[in-house]
């Protein structure tokens, strides 16, 4: 197979994916007029900042080690490498570049590390609000409320509700309910609280008088009424979401400085962003395009905002549509910039776990009654998915329950089997080389659907923390044979050699990548260390990871989920300059050292945007 443009520019591994006759017309039409409009307002969207002249110059480093991840990994002991234009131009013993560089650097070397599935802009908005995680009940929910009213007085009005994230009804002893938030100093107040899955929302009393009286059920949702209203689920949602006052520009790239700055000190470089509207897509082109760039070993005292890779996945405004218009001349502009890609979109085929959501074959365990939520029919889902996928898209559905795996493995051999033109050969082939589909979550599939997702080479998007958060309840909500045949596999896809991406679908999740590895080495909660008996027996230990393959799984493995292998996740000539800097290598930290990891250095592009020493007076 010839090498082709990858998704940002350069050689890559992936062919694009076809476009139909139809399709380019849609896009062509789409994209004339918005360019039109693009000169005549200057073109100042996808404006792009010039390098400085020390960004031309060439600099070699030299580490303790250097873990490049490449084929033929060089000899062990103090290596180097030189960066020049934001890539990597070579990597050598340190025995071969002394007469460039005599100083062996403090610290040994990993690739920058990616998170192959989060959402920036609310974990921005997280950072932002009332932390609810780990509350216990209503009264602990109350009190964390209250104290973060005291020290942002001005929200919970009606143009600036109250948010919080993180409550979890299992914790709780049941769903809670409007009256709850009815106390001194919250009675009246727009409140808003995202469900630790992000696929429920509990409101207060103020928000439900926004509503009509006599609220019908919602298809695809639920409004939960038992022991009263107050929490609306999945696509329910959008009866209080569509009353929500919406974030100002300048507020969504506040969201995205705080979220960047904390995940850069995290030894992130890049991430999957899973589901941005249009509106915000066209955000991300004018912060990644007018970013600052530094020369290598640049190292600001300027808060940058925009320091990391972005691999976008489309969500219409209007979710499980087709709005390719609205995208057109975003996805022309792709292979302009090294720091965000739209190539790829989001379908959501069912909830979550936690909620009862997602949707299964059979009845859940501890709910006999409900088989959870389908957000689409299977119709509407494989037609979404040949569409994006014959528009050029690659096309990435939201999957949890195995009805929903089903569904979404039916649509997407369905498209290749319309869209893979012979003599394209083997199914898995195509899919490979072409579109790259993918599950996110993937995290109850029957083993005859795991089977097809080998067989086609689909590749599954696993969050290794959702294991040992739902540890606890996982069994009681799928009975035991569920649990151990069909649940949180990542062992049993590298056995048949089908290939993974790692994340931590943050902020549901925290997005330290080192928290992710540990849960999916140890699979115990990088929490508090421990199983879901309370004990350090590993859950289920046969789907765990080694070390390597753990790393693997955010390096490398969300570089082939993003059309950008041998270009990121690794370190060899040609690859972009992201690298970490840790205390010693990986294999030398104890499993345990994992849950509380603290990076020395983050670099992106050969531009130091975290340094753990200086990080109080460099970036806050």
Known sequence: MAPEVSAWGGRGHAPASPWSPMGVASIVAAGVVALAGLYLRGGELFTQSTSSPAASQIVTYCYESIT???????????????????????VVPYSE???????????????????????????GEFLAS????????????????????????????????????????????????????ESEGLSGLYIMLDRVDAHCIWVSQAVLDLLPED???????????????????????????????????????????????????????????????????????????????????????????????VYAMVECAERNTFCVDDVAVLRQQEGRSEFLSIRSVKLFADGALGSWGSAM??????????????????????????????????VNIHAIGDLANRYAIDAFESALVQLCQPPAGPLADCQREQFRFRIEHAQIIHPHDQARIHALGIVPSIQPTHATSDMTYATRRLGLERTRDEAYRMQSFLKHGTKFVLGSDFPIEPPDPFQGIYAAVARRSPHTGLSANG?????????????????????????????????????????????????????????EELRSMKVRETWVGGTRVYERERADRTFY
């Not at 002991?77 to 020049?84: A, I, L, R, S, Y």
């Not at 005599?102 to 974990?123: A, C, F």
Request: net charge negative.
């Open 535 to 591: 004990t350090k027996e590993p859950w289920y230990p046969d789907e765990a990871l080694t070390l390597d393959e753990a790393l693997d799984g955010f390096t490398q493995g969300p570089a082939y989920g993003g059309f950008l292998k041998g270009r990121a996740g690794v370190i060899q000539e040609g690859a972009l300059a992201d690298w970490v800097v840790l205390d010693k290598s990986l294999a030398e930290y104890d499993i």
């Open 215 to 309: 609220l019908l059920d919602v298809p695809g949702g639920e409004i939960v009424r038992d022991p009263g209203l107050g929490v609306f689920c999945d696509n329910a949602m959008n009866l209080v979401l569509n009353q929500y006052p919406k974030p100002s520009k300048a507020t969504k790239t506040e969201y995205i400085r705080l979220a960047m700055r904390q995940m850069r000190s995290m030894g992130l470089v890049g991430m999957h962003d899973a589901g941005v509207v249009p509106e915000d897509l066209q955000l991300y082109q004018e912060l990644a395009g007018s970013r600052h760039v530094g020369g290598p070993g640049h190292h600001s005292d300027k808060d940058d905002g925009w320091t990391m890779r």
């Open 361 to 394: 074959i059979e009845p859940y365990s501890d709910r006999p009654e409900t088989r959870g939520s389908l957000l689409v029919d299977a119709a509407t889902l494989m037609q979404l998915t040949h569409d994006w996928a014959a528009a050029g898209f690659q």
């Open 97 to 123: 570049a002394q007469g460039t560089s005599s100083t062996i650097l403090k610290g040994h070397v990993i690739p920058g590390l990616w998170d192959g599935h989060g959402h920036l802009i609310p974990y």
């Open 68 to 90: 490049t991840l490449a084929e033929g990994e060089p000899v062990s002991g103090p290596q180097c490498f030189t960066v020049k234009d934001g890539h990597f131009t070579a």
């Open 130 to 181: 009332a932390d609810l995680f780990g509350s216990s009940d209503a009264t602990d929910v109350r009190h964390r409320l209250h104290e973060y009213l005291a020290q942002h007085p001005d929200v919970g009005g009606h143009d600036k509700w109250l948010r919080g994230f993180g409550w979890d009804q299992m914790a709780m002893g049941g769903m809670p309910t409007a009256d709850l938030l």
